[in-house]
Nanobody
Framework: QVQLVESGGGLVQTGGSLRLSCAAS????????MGWFRQAPGKEREFVAG????????YYADSVKGRFTISRDYAGNTVTLLMNTLKPEDTAVYYC????????????????????WGQGTQVTVSS
């Protein structure tokens, strides 16, 4: 079982930055793959970034590569998403998710690969 609680969303102007945090607890999260997803109104939930707690591998969606950075704080059991150079199209509810793992190329991009989800945090980028 894994419990996830996101924080750090808010309103920011184009070009600004925000830091999202996901506090993880539970017996399995240190053996889990942690992902950040987002869902804009009227759109499907999409993969943003992922971190494999087991070997430190990191993955990003092409749309955020070079602007977003995912990292972990082992001591605090927190996975952070630092978002720089934000654009209006980054506006969405952002979710933290965890899974024991998956199979196939790019498995971590699939919403149904994740067993645990946080409640979400709103990010709004004004133009």
């Amino acid at each position: 079982q894994v419990q996830l609680v996101e924080s750090g969303g808010g309103l920011v102007q184009t070009g600004g930055s925000l830091r999202l945090s996901c506090a993880a607890s539970g017996r399995m999260f240190r053996r889990a793959f942690m992902g950040w997803f987002r869902q804009a109104p009227g759109k499907e939930r999409e993969f943003v970034a992922g971190f494999d707690w087991r070997d430190g591998s990191i993955y990003y969606a092409d749309s955020v590569k070079g602007r977003f950075t995912i990292s972990r704080d082992y001591a605090g059991n927190t996975v952070t998403l630092l978002m720089n150079t934000l654009k209006p199209e980054d506006t969405a509810v952002y979710y933290c998710a965890a899974t024991p793992g998956g199979d196939g190329t790019g498995w971590y991009r699939r919403v149904n690969a994740y067993d645990y989800w946080g409640q979400g945090t709103q990010v709004t980028v004004s133009s």
